[in-house]
């Protein structure tokens, strides 16, 4: 099935990887954080820009939203 099928709501769908890179070390113990690129069309369209935001993981999905 093509992306034709696809209808358009106003919104795009983005395919993206959470990365797992290291934060820092303290002796024998690793510390590691994890990032998303996100989109800079998305990003700007949020307004959740330089702004503090709050996760949450619900029913398999990771929600982002304004704190």
């Not at 797992?20 to 990003?43: A, C, F, M, Q, S």
């Not at 709050?54 to 982002?64: A, L, P, T």
């Amino acid at each position: 099935m093509g992306t034709d099928k696809f209808k358009n709501f106003g919104f795009l769908i983005y395919n993206m990887k959470i990365m797992k890179v290291l934060d820092k070390k303290v002796g024998n113990i690793t510390y590691h954080k994890y990032r998303i690129n996100l989109p800079k069309e998305v990003v700007e369209k949020s307004g959740l820009a330089d702004k503090e935001i709050k996760v949450k993981f619900n029913k398999g999905k990771i929600i982002i939203r304004e704190a």
